[in-house]
């Protein structure tokens, strides 16, 4: 009926079986353990969000609104003491290993009740997610630990990741864009390290993190080709904090500008740089592309999850007082069209999820998550004691050869179209999902009017907050760009996508 | 025609002007929370220049103009700060109200104020009264009127001198609108309601416990009065959402012919310019449809009301989708309070609330009509 070489034909047509299958292909790889851990971190979750995001949310965000440079150290302690900042750090790094991909779940859950108190949470795994971008083993092992050590004493241990610039935004997203932008954060070659000057603006959670992953530029004229990230501890001579940004929402984490003065980073802390770069298969340029990519692809996903939260948390507070207000004689809820509303607000939210999930089996399988959801190594660190973990995973982690064969493993044996897949789906996940929170915003405020407007009643803080999901991690323009760069543009050599129009 | 047109020009150009002088220098340290002392003296300067005296008769003191005038006032207004486009559209609407249910010589009193204070009238104005369950009632005592209960996000109600109170009587659905003083005995006002938008057109609750009230117009009568009010103000309130389409898109213009992306300014990215060009068309559109229903409504044309109420409910519609669209253009910093745009966003969203539930509004509209 149809031939082995007719069904590789036909699937290899737009859209493509692996773009949208992932979900299907994942399912029967993924570990069974994944469930459960799933289920124990939304209930989490939700404990969490019932007895500390609830009670603090809005007293914490009128507070921020009154002194908008205060820091909410009390919060950063109260989610340490939870150990949600090593809770998706592996074991052998020191945390306590849970899957990744729930985090998203805990993003949704959490961020649907705050979307600030979540960002600042869960914005140090951008962090994360950089430092293991960059696959060096060594120093993911050295700040990971760092961050465990955090929890043992009860002195947050957070990380931050600094890439925006005062004159580039949009443009250090994509190594295609840089070699255009404004870039002014130099990191120059000196004896013994590199000297960063500049400055990082719009750094989430910045005064309150302890490292900061710096992405600088070593030449200027060419960043695409000389990007190099490197860890910034707070205290660093020459590194300080400039202002914290008085912004419309997400007030309780703080948007920190990180200035650099002849700020001293040793070689050896060196995440990757150009040298890494030109001893890979695609050249300093191609492999910084993949970093980004790697740590775009995940984080979208997550920002993703954000808008699914923001969606929900629009959803159930427009239920919420639509189940308890009289209009024109009647509940809200029983009025037809507000039944109508309710159902279209639920299904933005289901939409939002079903990408952001979708984003992450297709990290699970071609990205970030590859190597540690493939079930002998998912079981091997789940089962670890971690006593093992420290004495033995330790010192082999520090050996250079292992950051060599992971870099092997993801960089250069990463296909093109497994980073434009999993690209392709973090941007969509992104854009739609934080789209959708937006809309779901917007509806819950047109269906409860007057009370909507209120502070006290919750709704208008979430379209505060809401509204920057579509700004941050690349605005939702550049990802429907990135997205169509990725997915479609890809297989057409006359398409030209960043070109310069003038 | 070409004398109206003349003049609505120049009505415009001094609205322009006074926002421009008076209003845009403050307008971050003035949406600052806790809110207050707010611009006290430019109230008083508005006062003076008479733009809460647009609709009012000449025997009140005054300009006797239509909802044109009134309309280009507040987008003039409302370009650079909306807040006091909010006191303005609260004040003439509350004006509006009492005219509707015949009482002049109430307003002609209200009217002669000599303080912007005792000239102000605090009413609920995002709230259409028959929408909602009452929780003021009123009693006959003598000849007087007797109020006792609580008033949600009363808007003026911390600076105004009276407040139109909307209540009924025990046992009734149907209420009517009383004017209070709001300075005497039996009144607890709450801090100022901190809310999304307009931070400086403040709203309080308000607790009254058998405090007077002066009937307006007739008993049961009150949602007769807000339909007639109502059917005017949409079109004022449109003209607040043109307004504020019209700064954010003014916003957005200036930044992206400076500001520089991928090597050139971002207007010459072609994604920008569609953004900046739904933009603009929102906004030519809506200049079309208001100044067409603000005709109809000084004419007294066939279906005005309709025309009113549709301008409004289309125009705030396209009003939240620009100033989305404005904060992009800025990307970042369009979030953040150093620029107005993040502040529009949220303006937008309060004036399209205003005269009640948007989705309530829209079945009302079509329910007017069948």
């Not at chain 2, 004017?179 to 309080?204: F, R, Y």
């Not at chain 2, 504020?244 to 500001?259: P, T, V």
């Amino acid at each position: 009926m149809i031939t082995r070489k007719e069904i590789h034909s036909y699937l290899s047509r737009e859209p493509q079986f692996d773009d949208i299958t992932c979900s299907l292909k994942a399912i029967s790889r993924q570990p069974k353990g994944i469930m459960n851990e799933t289920k124990k971190v939304i209930a989490m979750a939700r404990k969490f969000s019932d007895e500390v995001l609830r009670p603090y949310a809005l007293e914490m965000d009128r507070t921020m609104q009154m002194t908008p440079d205060y820091l909410p150290w009390d919060l950063v302690k109260k989610a340490n003491e939870w150990g949600f900042f090593t809770l998706w750090i592996p074991k052998i790094f020191g945390g306590h290993g849970y899957s990744i991909p729930t985090l998203s779940y805990f993003m949704e859950e959490t961020g649907s009740v705050c979307l600030g108190l979540s960002n600042l949470i869960c914005v140090h795994y951008l962090a994360v997610s950089t430092i293991f971008g960059s696959w060096n083993l060594k120093m993911i092992n050295t700040i990971c630990r760092y961050v465990a050590e955090g929890e043992r004493t009860g002195i947050p241990c957070l990380l931050s990741t600094a890439i925006t610039e005062p004159g580039a935004g949009t443009d250090v997203e994509d190594v295609e864009l840089v070699d255009h932008a404004n870039v002014a954060c130099h990191a120059k070659k000196v004896d013994g390290g590199y000297l960063i000057n500049g400055s990082k603006v719009f750094i989430s959670s910045g005064h309150v993190s302890t490292w900061h992953m710096v992405i600088c530029y070593t030449d200027l004229e060419n960043p695409s080709s000389n990007m190099i990230i490197l860890p910034v501890k707070t205290g660093t001579k020459g590194f300080s904090f400039g202002r914290v940004e008085h912004k419309m929402g997400v007030k309780i984490c703080p948007a920190s500008e990180l200035v650099f003065d002849n700020c001293f980073v040793p070689d050896d802390w060196v995440l990757c740089g150009p040298e890494d770069g030109a001893r890979t298969k695609r050249g300093a340029k191609g492999t910084n592309a993949q970093v980004l990519d790697y740590v775009l692809s995940s984080s979208r996903a997550g920002v993703g999850a954000w808008g699914a939260g923001a969606a929900r948390g629009a959803f159930e507070t427009a239920l919420d007082f639509a189940m308890k207000t009289e209009v024109n004689g009647k509940l809200l809820v029983n009025h037809e069209w507000a039944q109508s509303m309710l159902a279209e607000m639920y299904k933005n939210v289901s939409i939002a999820r079903l990408a952001y999930v979708e984003s992450n089996y297709a990290n699970g399988l071609y990205g970030m998550f590859k190597s540690i959801q493939v079930k002998p190594v998912y079981y091997y660190l789940k089962f670890l004691p971690k006593s093992l973990a420290d004495k033995i995973a330790g010192p082999i982690l520090n050996l250079y050869q292992s950051t060599w064969l992971f870099r092997k493993i993801h960089l250069d044996w990463q296909k093109d179209e497994e980073f434009h897949r999993t690209a392709g789906w973090g941007s969509l996940a992104k854009f739609s999902g934080t789209d959708l929170g937006m809309k779901n915003c917007h509806m819950a405020l047109d269906m409860m009017g007057q009370a909507g407007l209120r502070h006290d009643h919750r709704a208008e803080k979430m379209f505060r907050d809401s509204k920057l999901l579509q700004i941050y991690e690349g605005t939702n323009q550049l990802n429907r760009l990135n997205m169509f760069k990725c997915m479609v543009a890809r297989n057409y050599p006359q398409v030209k996508v960043f070109e310069k129009e003038q | 025609m070409d004398s109206t047109k003349k003049e609505l020009g120049l009505l415009a150009k001094a609205a322009s002007e006074f926002a421009k002088k008076q209003l845009a220098p403050d307008r971050e340290a003035n949406d600052q929370y806790p809110f207050g002392p707010f611009f006290g003296s430019v109230l008083q300067k508005a006062f003076e220049v008479d733009f809460f005296h647009v609709l009012l008769p000449e025997s009140m003191n005054g300009m006797n103009q239509g909802m044109s005038a009134l309309s280009v006032v507040l987008e003039s207004i409302c370009q650079e700060d909306s807040s006091l486009g909010g006191i303005i559209f609260t004040t003439t609407a509350a004006q509006e109200l009492i005219l509707a249910a015949g009482s002049y010589s109430q307003l002609e009193t209200i009217s002669k104020a000599e303080t912007i204070s005792d000239f102000l009238i605090a009413l609920p104005v995002f709230n259409n009264p028959s929408e909602v369950k009452h929780m003021v009632q009123y009693k006959k005592s003598g000849d007087d009127y007797v109020l006792s209960g609580n008033l949600d996000y009363v808007v003026l109600g911390g600076l105004a001198g009276h407040a139109l109170i909307p209540a009924n009587s025990p046992g009734s659905t149907k209420y009517a609108y009383f004017l209070v003083d709001l300075h005497q005995n039996g009144i607890t006002k709450s801090e100022p309601v901190l809310s999304l938008g307009l931070h400086a057109c403040p709203a309080v609750d308000i607790a009254m416990n058998n405090v007077k009230g002066v009937l307006i117009g007739e008993e049961h009568k009150g949602s007769e009065c807000f339909q007639r009010m109502s059917d005017r103000m949409h079109a004022a309130s449109a003209s607040m959402s043109l307004g504020i389409m019209k700064g954010s898109f003014r916003e957005a213009l200036d930044y992206a012919r400076k500001r520089e992306q991928g090597g050139q300014t971002i207007i010459n990215w072609s994604e920008v310019k569609m953004l900046l060009s739904n933009m603009a068309i929102k906004i030519a559109n809506a200049e079309m449809i208001l100044e067409s229903a603000c005709k109809s409504i000084d004419l007294k044309e066939s279906r005005w009301e309709a025309r009113s109420r549709a301008a409004a409910l289309h125009i705030q519609d396209m009003a939240s989708e620009l100033t989305t669209d404005g904060i992009q253009v800025l990307g970042g910093v369009g979030y953040m309070k150093d620029f107005g745009q993040e502040k529009r966003f949220r303006d937008a969203k309060q004036v399209q609330s205003l005269l009640g539930i948007t989705p309530v509004k829209k079945i009302s509209f079509i329910e007017n009509m069948i």
